[in-house]
């Protein structure tokens, strides 16, 4: 059998052909457009926060459970040595505190409402450590990116001053600008989940809890809005 070629297309059919499919190529990334669009304000919308509340066992299990946190990681910050080691920042010298580096979706929570939770779960007047923990590396300091979170952190020390009835002079938790975050060892990550037992003890021994409902009343351990009623 004899096989007959299809016939040729004429020119103006070729054309018609090719702006179709430059029309759906053109189509086509305009939905890439367009979904890239829709996903950028997701991806702005994570921020990081980093604090220093003493032992950051106790900040990490406090503030990871707040809903529109992504992720509480402990380590240090604040001072000049390249990757500290928890031996290291523990005797002291090296300028870090132990902190907590939290990821959050400000979609679902704000700077100022983490802020917040942050101060209920903090002895605010007691700037020589905190609790049972005593020394430079674990007294509290609110390390704000930027000038507004600057500006915010130095707003919540100001309402946190007016809940607890101080002047903001007494308050000793510091506002020092961001320098270096350094990840933990990673024994300390977690450590209120893979340890239980010994992290319920020792938050009991150190009276976190008790010294928290003293000086914040009903609000401790909240991320509650400013008020004078406890």
């Known amino acids: 059998m004899r096989l007959v070629p299809p016939p040729a297309r004429s020119l103006p059919a070729r054309l018609d052909g090719l ?3 430059w029309r759906r190529c053109c189509g086509l990334a305009l939905v890439l457009v367009l979904l890239t669009a829709l996903a950028a304000p997701a991806q702005a919308a994570v921020e990081e926060a980093v604090l220093a509340g003493g032992c950051f066992w106790c900040m990490e299990h406090d503030l990871e459970v707040l809903p529109g946190v992504l992720e509480a990681v402990s380590g240090y910050s604040g001072g000049s040595l390249a990757n500290p080691t928890y031996r290291q920042v523990s005797a002291g010298g090296t300028g870090h505190q132990e902190v907590v580096r939290v990821r959050f979706d400000n979609a679902r929570i ?11 779960n903090v002895d605010a007047l007691d700037g020589g450590g905190q609790f049972c923990d005593r020394g430079s590396s674990y007294r509290p300091v609110i390390f704000p990116k930027g000038e507004q979170q600057a500006r915010q952190a130095r707003e919540s020390l100001q309402a946190a001053a007016s809940e607890l009835g101080r002047p903001a002079a007494a308050l000793k938790v ?6 270096t975050f350094w990840p933990a060892e990673a024994y300390h990550q977690n450590y209120a989940e893979t340890n239980a037992v010994k992290y319920r003890y020792y938050r009991w021994a150190c009276g976190r809890d008790r010294r928290l409902d003293e000086l914040w009343g009903s609000r401790a351990r909240t991320s509650r809005s400013w008020g004078a009623d406890r």
Request: hydrophobic letters at 35%; charged letters at 30%.
């Open 110 to 120: 704000s700077y100022p409402t983490l802020l917040r939770a942050y101060w209920r």
């Open 19 to 21: 702006r179709d499919r």
């Open 174 to 179: 510091a506002i020092r600008p961001l320098q």
